[in-house]
């Protein structure tokens, strides 16, 4: 398991490893990196293309934050492309950090999971997270739930047998992320992503109940500590790559 598939797989361990584990099983990054070159980070910023030569953002929608696939309520079923799903088609004017963020993210992931984003019939941002969120300038205020609300990766399978239907999308593969990344822990709109550590420190929090509260304070104190790099993009790239595990 190389260096990368290491850090995406320690943004798994605090929900279902589905992710982490499909990680192991796929073969060695191409040989691009080779010792004595310029480093990863070096080579592939600004790109944030993909094979097919578009932008990578430009597959990137904001929902409704009220949609839900339904996975236990198939007959409710709407595909998450819907015109009544979705906000509107992500725009990188409307919020560079957060363009940067999900850019840097897709950047700095190897070859091979940016050809996996890219293959995705869909890749979302959910504001469901977000007890405020503008689609003016995309900022996710307030907080609603776990710091993943409105997260979920899957494969749909729902309205197989009728091609004919408005629904159907048999075989598509969709992702979305939480808008929630971009706030901190307080709900408070921040302009990048939760640092790795602060986002590792809530998801933990969210599930561990060894981690008493401070007096006069809701959480216990942090148990994660800083990553090195702790970057913006890390928290983006975790979140999408556990679930493209789901998918
Ligand atoms: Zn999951």
Redesign the pocket.
Same mark, same amino acid.
């Given at each position: 398991m190389g260096r990368y598939a290491w850090i995406l797989c320690a943004g798994l361990v605090a @929900? @279902?490893n589905?992710g982490c584990a499909q990680v192991e099983n796929t073969p060695a990054p191409p040989p691009d990196v080779v010792l004595g070159h310029a480093k990863l980070a070096d080579i592939r910023l600004a790109d944030a293309k993909c094979p097919d030569n578009t932008d990578f953002t430009a597959r990137i929608y904001i929902l409704n934050s009220n949609y839900k696939p339904n996975p236990t309520n198939p007959g409710q079923y709407t595909p998450p492309f819907k015109p009544v799903n979705v906000l509107e088609p992500f725009n990188s004017n409307k919020n560079a950090t957060m363009t940067q963020d999900l850019n840097d993210a897709f950047n700095k992931a190897p070859n091979w999971f940016r050809a996996h984003l890219c293959s995705l019939s869909g890749i979302y941002v959910s504001p469901a997270g977000c007890a405020n969120f503008s689609t003016n300038n995309y900022q996710c205020q307030g907080m609603q739930g776990s710091i993943m609300k409105g @997260?979920w $990766?899957f494969r749909s399978f729902y309205n197989r047998g009728n091609p004919a239907s408005p629904n159907y999308d048999l075989g598509n593969r969709y992702i979305s992320v939480p808008a929630r990344l971009w706030a901190d822990r307080s709900g408070t709109a921040t302009s990048h992503a939760l640092a790795f550590n602060i986002f590792e420190d809530i998801l933990l929090g969210e599930l561990a109940s060894w981690r008493d509260p401070i007096p006069g304070q809701t959480q216990g104190p942090h148990i994660s500590l800083a990553a090195t790099p702790n970057d913006s993009w890390i928290t983006v790239l975790a979140a999408m790559a !556990?679930?493209y $595990? !789901?998918v």
């Open positions: @929900a @279902a589905v @997260a $990766g !556990h679930e $595990g !789901h």
